[in-house]
């Protein structure tokens, strides 16, 4: 649907060009149309009215140039504020000045977080880092296999509770980990931790003892893209429940339009870190909110 905004403004426009300043009505007509857009891409709708009322106070205040048609003028406008919603530039990772550094993921099953956490892993040591992966996920029964088998396939060393040991203690296993790579100089750790379904108390409070216990130089907050609006509320209550410094957005490769991008983004003020897009290890990177902005507008 973001396909077909910048046609339909192209259309709002088409008997524009060459005017001084946008008349209010042209601009009412733009912002229809941008709102119409951001609604259909499952922006959440506090998100879209403040968008639109910022979109709409920059529109009012320009001039019509010379070198764009309206539509086009409209489309940067509406560009650069994407951008700025995104976070601007990418946020890098912050590394620990000395010992290991400790990334921690945060969120609900299915998010993506298993498959995330190799993937990180990977690039990681791609970027010459020695990263160590951690289940810490003991609520699933098959989240530590899963992440020893991705670990494998990355060539990561995952640091796991030892089988058998009756009912596994996530947080015993997280500090656990911490010494394991001080001690075989891993100088990255990336803890897996346990999501549910929904959000949920127990979940929330196993995720900040961990937190307390590793304290972790950054904690992330992994979304499915695919979940729209929901992804509001999710975000929200794991910023209240254990907070987090990040976000990284999975399945962007089944979802063409990025609401949740822009809704995260607007109403926890956290940067999107990281987009992954795909089943394979490799389909991981930065999130570039530039290049989100044009998806969107594209
Ligand atoms: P967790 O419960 O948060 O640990 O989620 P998992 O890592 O187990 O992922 C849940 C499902 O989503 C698995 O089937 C993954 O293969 C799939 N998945 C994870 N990331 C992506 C992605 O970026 N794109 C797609 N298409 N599928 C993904």
Redesign the pocket.
Same mark, same amino acid.
């Not at 999975?250 to 089944?254: A, M, Q, R």
């Given at each position: 649907m973001f396909a077909t905004l910048s046609d339909r403004l192209a259309d709002t426009f088409k008997n524009l060009r060459g005017k001084g300043r946008l008349s209010e009505a042209d601009i009412d007509a733009t912002a229809r149309e941008i709102r119409i857009a951001l609604l259909e891409a499952d922006v959440a709708l506090p998100v879209v009215k403040e968008f639109v009322a910022a979109v709409k106070d920059r529109a009012r205040g320009e001039e019509v140039s010379q070198a764009l048609n309206p539509a086009q003028q409209v489309i940067k406008i509406v560009h650069e504020e994407l951008v700025a919603i995104l976070g601007g530039e990418t946020r890098r990772l912050r590394y620990a000045k000395s010992g290991p550094t400790v990334i921690m993921l945060a969120? @609900?099953?299915?998010?993506? $977080?298993?498959? @995330?956490a190799a993937k990180l892993a990977l690039w990681l040591k791609e970027q010459g880092r020695s990263p160590m992966l951690v289940a810490a *996920?003991l609520q699933?029964p098959n989240?530590v296999n899963?992440l020893q088998v991705n670990g494998e396939r990355v060539g990561v060393t995952v640091f796991a509770p030892e089988p058998g040991n009756g009912v596994g203690d996530p947080v015993a296993v997280a500090r656990g980990a911490i010494e394991e790579a001080k001690r075989t100089l891993h100088d990255t750790v990336i803890v *897996?931790t346990a999501?549910r379904l929904g959000v949920d108390a127990e979940m929330m409070k196993q995720a900040a003892d961990i937190r307390d216990a590793v304290d972790p130089d950054e904690v992330l907050f992994?979304v499915d893209a695919m979940i729209g609006q929901d992804a509001v509320s999710t975000a929200q209550a794991f910023l209240d429940g254990v907070g987090y410094d990040g976000v990284v957005l999975? $399945? @962007? *490769?089944?979802d063409a339009r990025g609401g949740a991008a822009l809704s995260i983004a607007s109403i926890t003020g956290k940067p999107v870190m990281f987009a992954?897009?795909?089943?394979k290890m490799t *389909?991981f990177d930065l999130f570039h909110p530039d290049r989100m902005a044009s998806r969107i507008l594209d």
């Open positions: 969120g @609900l099953q299915g998010a993506g $977080k298993t498959t @995330l *996920d699933r989240a899963q *897996d999501g992994v999975t $399945k @962007l *490769d089944g992954s897009n795909g089943e *389909d």
